[in-house]
């Protein structure tokens, strides 16, 4: 894709690339002042580039295949998922250590206090509009498929989701642990390269979206 | 084309007549309001008249036969009228302005003035919705944004042209009476205990461009017309210098009594915004109307926290003293 995407930068703080994270008083001042403004998904720049600095530190993550990631605009990445929140932040990780970009998590939760706290660090509610709303804004975009465990397989893909992203780059990812006796204390991501979809189906059709949702399932499956 | 643009007493609607007065392909510019134009108008030709006044304000249209409509005789409560007078004029200057500007028999296209009011709250199901989401408006103002939207709509159907409806955040400047704007610049700006959602604002000159974009391509359908970016009400405040007053949700009616005490009435429209956070896909802008807002949230904010402060004469002759 070759549209080029303007991203609005208020105070140095970028919404898709990671930045350095602002010393402690440096940082409360910058919030005292009003400096530290959040995007309309609710992201807090500052705020996840000092947790982004945390988990890089913390997170030990090797990462294959991430040639397939574009350097800029718009991509879906169809993940795994065991434990929840563990395999997202590892991808969030690999992708700031390799590429320096955000990625905005599908599946901010309702529940009252903790949806607003995620959605601070990059989370999205589960919503077609928010997705393509996202993609639009030429964000990275990580879909977690339906949780399994990780000698089970890939689990199954929001179909609903599914829909709303035919018209994307879709890219299917691998999220392990990589620790001794596969125990979590490092991860192990792997990228896949973009799911080829039929371009002849229109977008929104149902049967075209399950035909997706197949090809990228097995797409996951495939990087075990 | 013979433009007619109600609502032309109001900011928006003088600075879109401006902008047609440049045009050549724009023969006839009228306008009418209950207050007058803002600004110099040198080809438009306007007529105050309140909308209460069904038989003038029908006349006059069918009179005109317009071609073109730019409907911004749409009334935000707290604005410059109570939430009551401002359903009921734009109630009835939507209704009798477009209903007659259809019978005079010209009429080719019509955009009114929308806004992301319509959506409703933001809801986890759609934080940030493009046009194509459901809507479901949760206050007054945003009832009466779908009544105006389903009043054009009929008239497009009836009449098979075209309708646009150019859904703005919340347009705030300098110059704009903005019940928004007011409670930003308040000393203390009521936010939520809660919560800290994002918003979105739109400067008034982006706006004015949209108008005059869909009018001259025709925009079919509902456009998002939005600044990039957001902001949260306890940044916006903070920003501007304003201590931030957080309230639990069974205040906020005492504390919207008290702003208005303050002189900044603030509707429900407000609180939901406040409370919810508002913002929108500006996506489609672009594609429909082949231009985007300008300027990005942050920097309407800080236009508006840089407009001067009220200075009393008094202290000034003192000064000069």
């Known amino acids: 894709m070759n549209t080029s995407y303007v991203y609005d930068t208020p105070f140095h703080l970028h919404p898709d690339r990671v930045g350095v994270a602002d010393p402690p008083l440096r940082a409360l001042a910058r919030r005292v002042q009003g400096h530290t403004p959040i995007d309309p998904f609710g992201l807090d720049p500052q705020l996840a580039d000092i947790a982004g600095s945390l988990l890089r530190r913390t997170v030990r993550v090797q990462a294959v295949g991430m040639q397939h990631i574009p350097e800029s605009g718009p991509a879906v990445l169809v993940m795994n998922r065991g434990f929840g929140i563990f395999e997202p932040t590892a991808l969030a990780v690999a992708l700031m250590n390799e590429t320096g970009r955000r990625v905005r998590v599908v599946g901010a939760p309702t529940l009252f206090g903790l949806g607003t706290t995620l959605r601070r660090f990059g989370s999205i509610a589960a919503s077609p509009a928010d997705v393509v709303a996202a993609l639009s804004a030429g964000h990275l975009v990580v879909v977690p498929l339906s949780p399994n465990w990780w000698t089970a397989g890939a689990g199954t893909p929001p179909l609903e989701l599914m829909q709303s992203v035919m018209t994307s780059a879709v890219l299917p990812v691998w999220v392990r642990p990589n620790g001794p006796l596969g125990l979590a204390t490092s991860w192990r991501v792997t990228i896949g390269p973009e799911v080829v979809n039929d371009t002849s189906i229109a977008p929104g059709d149902p049967l075209g979206a399950a035909e997706l949702s197949e090809a990228v399932r097995t797409a996951v499956d495939n990087l075990r | ?321």
């Open chain 2, 1 to 321: 084309m013979r433009v007619l643009v109600t609502g032309m007493g109001g900011e928006l609607g003088t600075k879109v007549a401006q902008l047609l007065e440049a045009r050549p392909e724009v023969v006839d510019i009228v306008g009418c309001d209950f207050v007058p134009p803002r600004r110099r108008l040198r080809r438009a030709e306007f007529r105050r008249i309140d909308p209460r006044n069904r038989e003038k304000l029908r006349d006059f249209v069918l009179d005109f036969a317009p071609t073109h409509v730019a409907h911004f005789g749409v009334y935000e409560p707290a604005s410059r009228l109570s939430p009551a007078q401002a359903a009921k004029r734009t109630e009835l200057a939507s209704m009798v302005a477009l209903s007659a500007a259809a019978r005079a028999g010209a009429l080719e296209y019509v955009v009114v003035r929308s806004g992301l009011e319509i959506y409703g709250p933001r809801r986890n199901r759609a934080s940030v919705p493009d046009e194509s989401v459901p809507l479901a408006p949760g206050t007054p103002y945003g009832m009466s944004l779908l009544k105006v939207e389903g009043a054009a709509a009929g008239v497009g159907r009836r009449h098979d042209i075209a309708i646009g409806a150019l859904r703005y955040a919340p347009v705030v400047g300098s110059h704009v009476p903005s019940p928004l704007g007011r409670l930003l610049r308040l000393p203390a700006v009521p936010v939520s205990a809660f919560g800290d959602p994002p918003f979105s604002l739109v400067h008034p000159d982006d706006a004015c461009a949209a108008m005059v974009a869909a009018l001259l391509r025709k925009a079919d359908g509902p456009v998002n017309v939005v600044g990039a970016g957001a902001a949260s009400p306890w940044q916006a405040a903070r920003l501007g210098g304003r201590l931030p007053l957080p309230l639990i949700p069974p205040l906020w009616g005492a504390a919207s009594q008290v702003v208005e005490f303050m002189g900044a009435a603030i509707a429900p429209h407000i609180v939901e915004l406040l409370r919810y956070g508002r913002t929108a896909s500006c996506a489609r802008c672009a594609e429909v109307l082949g231009v985007s807002p300008v300027l990005s949230t942050q920097e309407v904010l800080r236009e508006l926290y840089e407009w001067a402060e009220v200075v009393p004469i008094a202290s000034v002759r003192e000064a000069v003293a």
